[in-house]
């Protein structure tokens, strides 16, 4: 073979699907789109579905939208369209032509419905909310019908008009889809396709005072832009009933087909932008990016890359079984991506001095070490040792056993990239406390081992107390304690009080001019990257560890 073929993409069920409909002509190309609502930022499980409707359109050489479904004029904010644009371009994805809004197609919605009622199959209902709902029955039991259900189509036609031109008071009346009261889908029981609402939209202003319901308006806006596949998650499956009634009761030629697969549940975590919102409305978290959020600008601030979420949404994988993905799947996507790629960094999150008391008093010297270890390409980087350095409290101990391969008094020990030095004494202050650990080095060790073949086992990292600059370190841990917290009662008792520590510490001092969220891996340490939230000083939030945590959880 002169090549070697590409690796087949993970199939699945709907990749199944697309395949077939090609392979029978149904369609010659394949167009999907995602159709976020613009009432929050992107979460994580978002992030699985952009994967999907984008992944496939690259596959595929279709095409994907990005559609704002927005008809809700209340809950949604033109800051949220301009979070999810930014989102998904950061993801990596670009969306075919121009965003596309729900709301460009008020005016063939609105027509729509008049072509419903004028076919016998949409009546104004003048029944009180609490009455629909009386009405509707339950899942055992039928609903039964609105006495306005049998309204001719004129006085139809004209309540409607009514409705639109603001003469009628929110919840007065509504329209809705003449189908069936009895029928098992609760959502094919009249339901109402649109509704009365004074209020101002970030698209179309104070045009309308009446806006259509999701249900009318998805599969409408889908067949408008003609849509092959519409990818959505299972709670949608009953809404697919309705979704083919609306297309097959109007006049449009286009026919998109609605698919479900589940969702993406995270341990430790919330998912549904209502609890998200609570956590930022509520100041629980510091807003939508917070690096605890398990939101795709929470995890772009935290130091994820856009190919380690790809990667994370193409292990998951598409199904239709619901499950709980643990965050250690996550995690191991960022960690295996910034091992093979993070550069390489020394901070002292927990700084005690080193005093190296044979090296000589105001000299310092540029000791070099490479930027990756095995990425030559990268070069190398500057660092700068003198007599002074620091070093992490966990590395200093008066007395130890054999496993601990660190800094032990009377014992050698080697400093990362430099010399091997040997703990002769310490100071404590009042409390006891480690303050300063006094040592004597070997010259005779810069980058090889002690000649008389003595044997020095530990490494530990340091920075240098003159040149090493200051740095707030910031450690997240889970954001609850529970790995199911959207089952509790209230999710925010289950908060985990300490899923945020501070830490002062001391960085090497090329980091003082580090990119935001470029992470890097402070040695020994963990990955981590500068805060883009607080560029005006040094701060750091730990991506995520070395090695996964998650397996002690409940030990
Ligand atoms: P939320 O409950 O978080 O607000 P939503 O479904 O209301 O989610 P939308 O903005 O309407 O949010 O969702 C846009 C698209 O993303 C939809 O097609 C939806 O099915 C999909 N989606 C939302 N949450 C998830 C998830 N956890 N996993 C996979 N896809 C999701
Ligand atoms: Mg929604």
């Known amino acids: 073979m002169s090549e070697a073929a590409p690796a087949p993409k993970p199939s699945n069920f709907i990749r199944q699907i697309i395949d077939r409909d090609l392979a029978e002509g149904k369609h010659s190309s394949v167009h999907t789109r995602f159709p976020p609502e613009p009432n929050g930022y992107l979460h994580i ?99 039964k019908n609105s006495p306005y259900r049998d309204t001719p189509v004129a006085e139809n036609l004209a309540a409607f008009a ?83 009634w609306v297309l097959d009761n109007i006049t449009i030629e286009s026919r998109p087909r609605q698919y479900e697969f589940s969702r993406l549940n995270l341990e430790y975590t919330v998912m549904s932008k209502r609890r998200l919102s609570a956590l930022v409305q509520d100041g629980h978290v510091e807003g939508w990016d917070d690096p605890r959020m398990p939101t795709i600008a929470g995890l772009r601030r935290r130091g994820y890359t856009p190919a380690s979420l790809r990667e ?21 996507c960022i960690r295996e991506d910034l091992n093979d790629n993070a550069p390489r960094a020394m901070a002292v999150i927990e700084p005690i001095k080193v005093v190296i008391e044979n090296y000589p008093e105001g000299q310092t010297e540029t000791l070099k070490a490479p930027v990756h270890p095995n990425k030559e390409e990268l070069g190398e980087r500057e660092l700068p040792f003198g007599r002074e350095l620091y070093i992490d409290r966990d590395d200093f101990r008066e007395s130890a056993n054999k496993k601990y391969k660190r800094l032990v008094l009377g014992k050698e020990v080697r400093l990362r990239n430099a010399y091997v030095i040997k703990a002769e004494r310490f100071d404590t202050d009042e409390c006891g406390q480690v303050t300063t650990v006094y040592c004597t080095y070997d010259a005779d060790t810069l980058g090889k081992n002690p000649a008389d073949g003595r044997k020095v086992k530990g490494v530990i990292h340091w920075v240098s107390a003159e040149h090493g600059v200051e740095a707030e370190v910031r450690l997240y841990d889970r954001l609850f304690t529970v790995p199911n917290p959207g089952a509790e009662e209230n999710f925010a008792s289950v908060l985990n009080g300490d899923s945020l520590v501070i830490k002062r510490a001391i960085v090497e001092p090329d980091l003082a001019d580090a990119q935001a969220e470029l992470a890097y891996q402070f040695e020994r340490e963990g990955y981590f990257c500068r805060d883009s939230a607080n560029m005006d000083r040094l701060v750091f939030n730990r991506t995520v560890g070395l090695r996964d945590t998650w397996a002690k959880i409940g030990d």
Request: proline share 3%; net charge negative; charged share 25%.
């Open 312 to 332: 994370f949404a193409a292990r998951i994988g598409v199904t239709k079984q619901e499950n709980m993905v643990e965050m250690a799947m996550l995690e191991a």
């Open 45 to 143: 499980g978002h992030a699985k579905s952009i994967c999907l409707n984008f992944g496939i359109a690259e596959d595929y050489q279709g095409q994907c939208n990005l559609r704002f479904d927005d008809t809700n004029p209340e809950k949604e904010e033109q800051h949220f369209v301009d979070s999810i644009k930014r989102d998904v371009n950061w993801l990596g994805y670009e969306w075919s032509g121009e965003v596309c809004y729900s709301s460009n197609y008020f005016d063939q919605l609105h027509q729509y419905a008049i072509e419903l009622i004028e076919k016998g199959l949409a009546y104004v209902d003048f029944l009180t909310p609490e009455q629909i709902r009386e009405y509707r029955g339950t899942l055992k039991e039928p609903g």
């Open 162 to 244: 009514r409705m639109r031109n603001g003469e009628y008071k929110e919840g007065e009346c509504c329209l809705r889809a003449k189908i069936d009261m009895s029928s098992p889908i609760i959502c094919m029981r009249d339901p109402v396709i649109y509704r009365i609402r004074f209020a101002d939209h970030h698209q179309t202003g104070s045009k309308w005072c009446i806006y259509p319901m999701y249900d009318f308006t998805h599969c409408i806006s889908d067949a408008l832009e003609n849509i092959t596949h519409s990818l959505c998650t299972l709670e949608f499956q009953d809404n697919r009933a309705l979704y083919d």
